[in-house]
């Protein structure tokens, strides 16, 4: 019996290893990946008014979201970044090397959801929370109390890209900017345990679609 115990937690302790490992090994992956290469002169042809510059921008958040959707596994990440929604989209149009990329980073085919897809009404709303605070966590900001947005939610207003998702911690001065869809950041992360005005130009965010929830 003491044996098949300490085989049991030898066992137990190779597969916390491999695990910590695959782990490392995809967020490295997703890290390394050689985005520029594939995907610059198709994002340049989609958003000529982007620079080269500003395109590099795009795929540091395209790099983020899929980290996020890696840490998240099958759960709902929405995209809060019409830029970064568009560079994905170009991606997948690559699609052996699409596949490719999803099998290392994420050990399966990560497929992009509409958010008019999407299986429930609250799933978007979900799917933007999260997004919200794997956002904040990462930049070590208080997702219920930003004292600024992730750069996820500010690459759009940054960039001024036309139709974009326009995220502001102003809940007042939200959808003012005339640009594109207007958002309220400051609350998505509060859930129901937040006082004052939660109200957005439309309810708890916007995104283009997202991965995950399949």
């Not at 970044?81 to 990329?101: C, K, P």
């Not at 399966?108 to 904040?136: K, N, V, Y």
């Not at 690459?155 to 102003?170: E, S, V």
Request: glycine share 10%.
């Amino acid at each position: 019996m003491i044996k098949f115990f300490f085989l049991a937690i030898v066992l137990l302790t190779l597969w916390a290893l491999w695990r910590s490992w695959s782990r490392r090994r995809r967020a490295d992956f997703i890290d390394n990946f050689p985005y520029v290469r594939y995907l610059d002169n198709r994002l340049a042809a989609r958003r000529p008014e982007l620079s080269e510059a500003q395109r590099a921008e795009v795929f540091s958040g395209l790099q983020d979201y899929f980290q996020y959707c890696r840490q998240a596994g099958r759960r709902m990440v929405a995209m809060p970044s019409q830029a970064v929604d568009d560079a994905w989209h170009e991606f997948i149009l690559f699609t052996r090397q699409y596949e490719r990329f999803c099998q290392n980073a994420f050990g399966r085919f990560l497929h992009h959801t509409p958010a008019e897809a999407m299986s429930s009404p609250t799933q978007a709303s979900d799917g933007i929370r999260r997004a919200w605070r794997l956002a904040c966590a990462q930049e070590k900001i208080n997702p219920e109390k930003p004292d600024r947005l992730p750069r996820l939610f500010a690459m759009d207003a940054r960039l001024m890209i036309a139709g974009g998702f326009f995220y502001q911690l102003d809940c007042l001065a939200a959808g003012q900017n005339g640009l594109g869809s207007g958002f309220c950041a400051s609350h998505i992360g509060c859930g129901s345990g937040c006082s004052g005005d939660s109200s957005s130009s439309d309810g708890d965010g916007g995104g283009g679609g997202g991965c995950g929830g399949d």
